[in-house]
């Protein structure tokens, strides 16, 4: 059963345009998101965050939307670069300080120059 | 500042053989470790989490196991690998009561 599920696999983008990479869950019990990145053969680094209590995170080029009763989430990036090119993941945890997460299966951003 | 290492970066090996993957963590004192599998095409599986040394959770019936040694060490071992155990095997670590989970370079096995 996939509790975090991405269900674009891939993604293109036009340079300077918006990107939304979209993310849905199951588990009523989540209460804290993550947003990976992660380039071929190297490990995912850690992008923005949102807990539940809120409904928006900013940081620089990168916002996190989260509505909880449609359990969804989304990452906007604006303006896209060819540097974001990359799969991204978003995470799921159940409890702050249990710290595991659940992990979808990923979205491939190809930003087009 | 933290670092998470592991090696080795890629390792071929035939069916059959048995396997070693080391993850050492610096800067920082017991954390949680975890290992997570990435197979082809898939999202990120994860294996083991350990929460302190000798402590560990397994999340799937494998054909692998982990040992924690050591507080910042943490060993993902197989006496006889399998065809499906290929995949890109990454480590992690999280502390401090945040969900932000560390990831280290991976590691890519293949087995033939």
């Known amino acids: 059963d996939q509790q975090v599920k991405q269900n674009s696999p891939s993604l293109s983008v036009q340079e300077g345009r918006i990107s939304i990479l979209n993310c849905d869950y199951t588990?009523?019990?989540?209460?804290?998101f993550l947003w990976y990145k992660k380039y071929p053969a190297e490990g995912p680094t850690f992008l923005i965050s949102?807990?539940?209590?809120?409904d928006k995170n900013e940081d620089g080029r990168f916002t996190v939307f989260l509505n909880k009763s449609a359990k969804h989430l989304s990452l906007h990036i604006v303006p896209s670069q060819p540097g974001d090119s990359a799969v991204y993941f978003c995470a799921a945890s159940a409890d702050i300080g249990n710290e595991k997460l659940t992990f979808g299966t990923g979205t491939r951003l190809t930003i087009i120059p | 500042s933290q670092t998470i290492h592991q090696w080795p970066a890629t390792l071929v090996q035939p069916v059959g053989s048995p396997l070693s993957l080391e993850c050492t963590v610096e800067g920082t004192s017991n954390p949680n470790l975890y290992w997570y599998r990435q197979a082809a095409g898939r999202g990120l599986q994860l294996l083991f989490y350990s929460v302190g040394i000798g402590q560990i959770s397994s999340e799937v019936p494998q054909n692998l196991s982990a040992s924690r040694p050591q507080d910042r060490q943490f060993i993902l071992s197989s006496k006889k690998l399998l065809l499906s155990d290929s995949g890109f095997y990454l480590c992690?670590?999280?502390?401090?009561?945040?969900?932000?989970?560390?990831f280290g370079p991976g590691t890519r096995l293949t087995v033939l």
């Open positions: 949102i807990s539940s209590i809120k």
């Open positions: 992690a670590w999280s502390g401090g009561g945040y969900n932000e989970q560390f």
């Open positions: 588990n009523s019990m989540f209460d804290y």
